[in-house]
């Protein structure tokens, strides 16, 4: 204790004034018993602790904050129960730096990102209600998140376009043009895909003209070393055989018709109709009937070539 | 006999139309033609080249129809083409020039032209500008001073209506790119509104 001499002996230091009044209550000892001796006599060593005093004094009065809300909660869900099975790794495991984390989020300002999120529907549900909890306490991060909600529905609120008018016309009729351009086209492709490549196909290719050539050219060979033969002579000789036998091929089917009754039948049929004018219009109601419907079918089919449309690959 | 569209899902329309069924065509083309139209129109600001991709988004889509996956949604396919085909217009757009005079003792028309300055100019001519009055309101001045990559994104998610995974499927690009887009895309957007 280091002090200046008085009358009564040393004056007390500001560590054995501190001490003299944290003992107050606490601590009785031979020194604080020294100490009090000497200040009952010294005034200059009273005046310096009625100042510590109002020191003392002031700090005592200073204000007590409350914690966030929920703090109880938090710091309860933070700690092990007895029950629960401690590990050394759990006091750092992920889980709870992430719960840590969490809760830190919880008491800080949303960030940009997370209002937009939370105003676009997009933020996950356990974000979105840390998102909520800190929402309700803050009116600052409440107006952010009504601006970002207020800038979604003016979006939102946008009106679509109609393309200008025929445009669906147009487009059908574009598509079909370049449909019918396609078909051509792969007509060409497909028969440009005959045309051989290699030298393979080259024999191939020469190999199955050649040799219907060759023959006929054998036969002409060998005909024409025959003295007999003529050219006009053989021309004459093919034409009659030709000749007879479509003939005989005619005589043939006449004469099956004409044994089958067929031909008796399909005459009675005719008289018949001819006989009564009422099936007679019905015969030609139906005949016009079926010609229209054929041409309603070939109208569509060549008007619109969809069946081509089904191999168009861009 | 004519069958009433209006009620079958767009998976069986496609299926009908790779058929060869001309109304199954017809009816996709009146659900999409509005919603494509306007999605290019906003992205390439001009009624006729909208029109224009717009019609061979359509026909593009009509002749690989065989190749659908019914997976996915048919909107998100018909947009995916669409957007191809207009960031692909984008890309090769030749820009206006603004042509500033030649030299100042370039006296010669041939002089003047050889030393004149050209600036490229990504503003809207006038009769762009007449043309497309109708995206003239502050917001929609706001989107189309987006960066393309934002400004589709946002028409996607907040005009067609389309999830963060469709978005990412028609554009072709992660799920975080598409968060990150939108998020700095409403930001500008925010930003220039609050200067206006």
């Given at each position: 204790m280091n002090s200046d001499r008085s009358s009564h002996g040393r004056h007390l230091d500001d560590d054995a004034i501190q001490s003299l009044l944290d003992a107050v209550e606490r601590r009785v000892d031979a020194e604080t018993e020294s100490a009090r001796r000497h200040l009952a006599d010294c005034r200059v060593c009273q005046a310096r602790v009625d100042a510590w005093q109002e020191v003392f004094g002031e700090l005592g009065q200073l204000r007590r904050f409350a914690p966030p809300g929920r703090f109880a909660e938090r710091v309860l869900s933070g700690i092990e129960l007895p029950g629960e099975a401690a590990s050394p790794s759990r006091a750092w495991s992920w889980g709870r730096l992430r719960r840590w984390l969490s809760r830190t989020a919880a008491d800080a300002h949303l960030s940009g990102r997370r209002l937009q999120d939370l105003a676009d529907g997009a933020l996950a549900r356990k974000r979105a209600t840390l998102a909520r909890a800190h929402l309700a306490t803050c009116t600052d991060c409440e107006d952010r998140l009504a601006g970002w909600r207020r800038l979604i529905a003016t979006l939102e609120a946008l009106p679509s376009f109609a393309p200008p008018a025929g445009f669906a016309e147009r487009v059908m009729a574009r598509w079909r043009e370049m449909a019918e351009e396609t078909t051509g086209r792969s007509r060409a492709a497909r028969a440009w895909r005959l045309w051989p490549r290699s030298p393979r196909g080259w024999v191939l290719a020469g190999t199955l003209t050649g040799m219907p050539v060759a023959a006929f050219a054998a036969a002409a060979a060998f005909l024409s070393t025959v003295p007999q033969l003529t050219t006009g002579g053989l021309v004459t000789y093919l034409w009659w055989q030709a000749r007879d036998a479509l003939s005989a091929l005619g005589s043939s089917v006449l004469a099956a018709v004409m044994q089958s009754g067929a031909a008796f039948r399909a005459y009675s049929l005719a008289d018949y109709l001819i006989a009564s004018p009422a099936t007679a219009v019905a015969a030609a109601a139906g005949f016009t009937a079926l010609m229209f419907s054929s041409i309603w079918v070939l109208h569509r089919n060549i008007g619109f070539p969809r069946f081509a449309l089904r191999h168009v690959h861009s | 006999m004519s069958l009433n569209y209006q009620s079958v899902e767009d998976a069986e329309l496609v299926t009908l139309a790779a058929e060869g069924r001309e109304s199954a065509y017809r009816e996709l083309l009146s659900r999409y033609e509005r919603p494509v139209f306007s999605l290019i129109y906003r992205m390439v600001r001009n009624r006729t080249v909208a029109e224009d991709l717009a019609q061979e988004a359509f026909i593009r889509t009509f002749n690989a129809i065989?190749?659908?996956?019914?997976?996915?949604k048919f909107s998100s396919w018909i947009f995916k083409i669409a957007n191809n085909l207009t960031i692909d217009h984008l890309r090769k757009r030749r820009v206006p020039t603004v042509s500033m005079h030649g030299a100042?003792?370039?006296?010669t028309p041939e002089a003047q032209a050889r030393t004149s300055l050209v600036v490229q100019s990504h503003a809207e001519s006038p009769e762009e500008y007449v043309q497309n009055r109708e995206l003239a309101g502050q917001i929609e001045a706001a989107i189309g001073e987006l960066r393309e990559e934002y400004r589709v994104v946002v028409l996607l998610r907040h005009i067609e209506g389309h999830t963060y995974d469709e978005i990412a499927r028609i554009l072709d690009i992660p799920l975080g790119t598409v968060k990150t887009y939108l998020h700095r895309a409403r930001a500008e957007l925010k930003l220039r509104l609050a200067e206006a």
């Open positions: - | 065989d190749t659908y996956n019914p997976q996915y100042p003792d370039a006296v």
